[in-house]
């Protein structure tokens, strides 16, 4: 299973979002956040999440909108 996050200017609320995921009583997936052009610190943030935790991955695109960054993710996942 992949789970993905489209990310624009998230970064107060990024991380939240992904400890929620990785709370989930199902544990056996794949995370993909894409961050869709951020300007703002939400890749870092990203980044420093995925370092400590092999299901989550950084893909980065330019801004599109949330449809495409999910497009870009679908593309991504396993």
């Known amino acids: 299973m992949t789970v993905i996050t489209p990310a ?3 970064a107060p609320w ?3 979002a992904i400890d ?3 709370t989930q009583t199902e544990g056996r997936f794949d995370y993909v956040v894409v961050d869709d052009g951020s300007t703002d610190g939400t890749a870092e943030i990203v ?3 995925a ?3 092999s299901r989550i991955r950084l893909v980065t695109t330019e801004n599109g909108g949330s449809a495409a960054a999910r497009n870009v993710g679908i593309a991504q996942s396993d």
Do not use: F, M, T
């Open 8 to 10: 624009y200017n998230v």
């Open 51 to 53: 370092a400590a935790d």
């Open 47 to 49: 980044r420093e999440k």
């Open 14 to 16: 990024i991380g939240e």
């Open 20 to 22: 929620s995921v990785l």
